[in-house]
């Protein structure tokens, strides 16, 4: 196999090489279904019903002469329409980038060493290494297997996990579910770990020859944009029945037929605020983009929403609320404590008993032991030490070190056998076999998991019965450490014979105690904080570990998480107790230690039946099922697993609890600039609609032409309402309560300052109009055109107002600079449409003298003030 495909398995291919072969081959990705043609997206702009009523009118304008009109829709639809293609694609790029980020990884080795890669720059040849949880990327031919099992329903149709081993068969055309000595892309690694060498990528693999079982993610809409959609088809009923009583009073006051009916199409696109969905979807992807830069990768939009109601996050303790950077500081053997200096993986430090430094074989036996039954790789890049592995794996390699164990000298050993690590069983086992072919087990794991089968102690590197007081001097010393945050790692051996079979019960039977290691790993200094901006707004933290009580509650207290009335809770006692028991107290805990994967599902459950609603962390296979029942799962994404990230719908690249506090106040301002841009949409349709019914009652002439109306709608009302979806957050966002999932979208008053604001607009601009006009047929063109300008004006002021729940006055106008540039922008459109003279005659406008200006602001300021004063 090596020869046949050019390539070692010790060193693996070199990048040279993989470039050469990815150029060659392509990438390794299945295809995909064609897209829609760019063409296509900008035809689909106007299929909207609203738009084709608009170019259906355009084209009566057109068969009755009125050229310059139907040209001037013309154009105005057109501009709409780019400006809705470009904000789809903008959002689809949004979509995309987040495909490729939450894209699956693979394990390689290249250039003799282990790195992660995107799985699409998988090549033939490469050495792969797969182990529980991980998304298979590609087809691999096993060379090593530990205990591996597979789980191959999205190829096979069957649902069992599948052994599998590094065996050759020597049966030809075989089907996929009889060939255990390969793993195929798209399948779950369920149990164990294993090596191998890729033989196929892309549509080359079993999985790209079975086009059929391609499943594509169909795209849903969230909550909040089905509630929106609801809202229009709403706003379209009442848009028609008003539009329908404009005309039909303008006719019986009469006014031309044909005028009052474009008058009336006007009207209702006014008052449907179409661009509404695509301004909603822009939002949510430049929400979704903020977060990535803040380390959260969303994986479903409907996350965003439901982040601002999270009244409860349920966070694993390692890596999360801690550093992930664990290091021996302890190491307990022969009935001794021994002090271990230095920091984080940096293998520089001593060993002190009683103040004075020490050298003591046997504290080597427990370091040599500790490296042997170990997965992790100690790696010195740019001066900074770290480790490529488990983090409780890299702390006993460097202890290892500082005992001046070297990797030349563990190379001696060859590990035989493996028992892998996983959450249930919390604990691995290797069998070793060293030069003169002896063979030992080595297990490490918790010490409440390994004690129970512990017959024997080694005492002065003698071997004797463990009696009770062995054991209980183990156990008063594992709650001292525990007191001091130190976690605790038991290490034990066995000696074996060559023919002992490698059975699990057996190997991890009568097993001899070697020593104990407390390793600690402080909490990351941003997440004390965060705790207590989660605390300001009505979020419960609760830490969940496996870690032992006392652990737990030390670092706990250390994040002020838990106050003093708060529960602590342990795995035993949530395995005795239903969910209905454990939803009487669950509010009252703050700590749930020593627990399993499994337990996390009853937590989330017991939580949501209290009314809560749930963010859950999780990196594990069996974390999935609680990540999907959550209201919000959040996976890791350098420890997760590829089936906690599937599972998920955030994404924290960096593991760390402050980046889900981030990811709600994110989540918190998309949703409250969602209904900023609401507001103001709204209102300043309600304040066009409300102008032209009163004016058609007071059987005044039309306060505003239709053209006029298309332009206030469709080109003014965008931009800004664009850059109220970009605001920064309110200073109390962090403040108020978690939002309740089933407030409306008008709640906490807002539907009254729609109807208040867009009233006010309506009469200022029905005021400034019959100033103007003042009943003289000659100065209606001026009339409409002071109308038009108050009414742009106001609504350009009004937004400022939409910045704040409170008053206009909260807030710096400036903060936005977005918005500032937009309302810039829309006031020099608004100059061009007045001043220049071709465009006079499109939209029936005239010059306007200072004086006229004057005027103008000074009405267009009076809703925003008056409203900035009474702070309703």
Not at 654 to 671: C, H, L, P, Q, V
């Amino acid at each position: 196999m090596e020869q046949q495909l050019g390539v070692k398995t010790s060193q693996g291919l070199t990048t040279d090489e993989a470039s050469k072969r990815l150029k060659k081959l392509g990438a390794n990705m299945l295809e995909e279904g064609k897209q829609t043609p760019l063409w296509l997206v900008f035809l689909k702009q106007f299929q909207d019903f609203m738009v084709l009523v608009l170019l259906a009118a355009t084209l009566v304008s057109g068969l009755l002469g009125e050229y310059v009109d139907a040209i001037a829709i013309m154009v105005i639809v057109l501009i709409n329409g780019f400006i809705g293609f470009f904000q789809e694609q903008k959002a689809e790029k949004s979509l995309s980038k987040l495909k490729e980020l939450s894209a699956p990884m693979a394990n390689v080795k290249r250039d003799g060493r282990w790195m992660k890669i995107p799985s699409s720059e998988v090549v033939v040849g490469d050495v792969i290494r797969v182990s529980s949880g991980d998304r298979v990327s590609a087809d691999i031919r096993l060379s090593k297997s530990s205990s591996l099992e597979m789980e191959e329903s999205a190829l096979t149709g069957e649902s069992l996990p599948i052994a599998k081993h590094a065996t050759a068969i020597k049966q030809e055309d075989l089907e996929p579910q009889d060939q255990n000595n390969m793993v195929f892309m798209g399948t779950l690694v369920t149990r164990g770990s294993g090596e191998g060498i890729v033989v196929g990528t892309g549509m080359s693999t079993a999985m790209g020859q079975i086009a059929s079982l391609l499943v594509k993610t169909e795209q849903m809409a969230t909550p909040l944009e089905r509630r929106l959609a609801e809202l229009g088809k709403i706003l379209i009923i009442v848009a028609l029945l008003l539009t329908a009583f404009v005309v039909v009073v303008g006719v019986y006051q009469g006014h031309p037929t044909y005028q009052m009916f474009l008058a009336g199409v006007s009207l209702a696109v006014a008052a449907i605020p179409e661009g509404l969905p695509a301004i909603v979807t822009v939002a949510l992807s430049l929400g979704v983009q903020r977060m990535i830069r803040k380390k959260a990768i969303v994986r479903k939009l409907s996350a965003v929403e439901t982040l601002g109601c999270a009244s409860v996050i349920c966070s694993d303790k390692t890596g999360t609320m801690t550093e992930n950077q664990m290091t021996v500081k302890e190491i307990y053997v022969n009935d001794q404590t021994i002090h271990v200096t230095g920091e984080g993986y940096n293998p520089k430090g001593a060993f002190y008993l009683d103040n004075k430094q020490i050298k003591n074989p046997d504290i080597n036996h427990v370091l040599l032991y500790g490296t042997l039954c170990n997965h992790a790789s100690l790696l010195k890049r740019k001066g900074k030490w770290m480790i490529d592995g488990d983090p409780t794996e890299g702390a006993l390699l460097a202890a290892a070190r500082k005992a001046g164990i070297s990797e030349d000298f563990t190379a001696q050993f060859t590990i035989v056998h493996e028992i892998p690590f996983d959450s249930d069983r919390k604990r691995m086992t290797v069998v070793v076999e060293d030069q003169n072919k002896k063979r030992f087990v080595v297990t490490k794991g918790a010490p409440d998991m390994l004690l129970p089968r512990t017959t024997f102690i080694a005492d002065q590197s003698e071997k004797r019965p463990l009696r009770a007081k062995d054991q209980n001097q183990i156990n008063r010393e594992i709650n001292q450490m525990a007191d001091k945050a130190l976690r605790t790692i038991a290490i034990c051996v066995k000696e074996i014979g060559n023919d002992h079979p490698f059975n699990e019960a057996l190997l991890e039977k009568d097993l001899t105690f070697v020593g104990l290691t407390g390793m600690i790993d402080p909490p990351r200094k941003e997440v004390k904080d965060a705790i207590l901006e989660c605390n300001n707004a009505g979020i419960k933290t609760v830490m969940i570990t496996g870690d032992h009580v006392k652990t737990a509650q030390a670092i706990a207290r250390d994040l002020h998480l838990m106050p003093k009335n708060g529960r602590v809770m342990e795995g035993h006692q949530l395995s005795h107790m239903t969910e209905e028991e454990l939803s009487t107290i669950v509010e009252d805990v703050y700590v749930f230690a020593r627990v399993t994967p499994e337990h996390k599902l009853k937590i989330v459950k017991a939580f949501q039946n209290k009314g809560h609603i749930v963010a859950m962390t999780g990196d594990g296979v069996n974390d999935a099922p609680a990540i999907k029942a959550s209201d919000i799962g959040i996976s890791m994404g350098q420890s997760g697993t590829d089936v906690a990230k599937e599972a998920s719908s955030l994404i924290l690249l960096d593991d760390n609890f402050a980046t889900i506090k981030s990811a709600i106040y994110e989540g918190r301002n998309i949703y409250e600039n969602i209904r900023k841009f609401i507001r103001y949409l709204l209102a300043s349709n309600v304040g066009e609609i409300l102008v032209m019914l009163f004016a058609m009652l007071l059987a005044l002439p039309l306060p505003l032409i239709p053209v006029q109306i298309l332009w206030v709608n469709l080109v003014t009302d965008g931009l800004p309402a664009m850059a109220l979806g970009l605001d920064q957050a309110e200073d109390n966002v962090m403040k108020r309560k978690p939002r309740d999932p089933k407030e409306g979208v008008f709640a906490r008053g807002l539907g009254f300052k729609i109807v208040s604001r867009g009233l006010l607009i309506g009469l200022i601009t029905l005021i400034a109009f019959m100033m103007a006009y003042q009943g003289n047929p000659e100065s209606l063109r001026y009339a409409q055109t002071i109308a038009f300008t108050t009414l742009v004006m106001a609504q350009l002021i009004h937004v400022f107002d939409c910045r704040s729940e409170h008053s206009v006055f909260a807030r710096n106008p400036f903060q936005n600079l977005y918005l500032v540039g937009a309302v810039i922008s829309s006031v020099l459109l608004l100059v061009i449409v007045i001043y220049l003279e071709p465009l006079q005659e499109v939209f029936h406008t005239v010059d306007l003298s200072l004086r006229d200006w004057i005027f103008i602001l000074a009405l267009s300021a009076i809703p925003t003030v008056f409203f900035g004063f009474s702070k309703k």
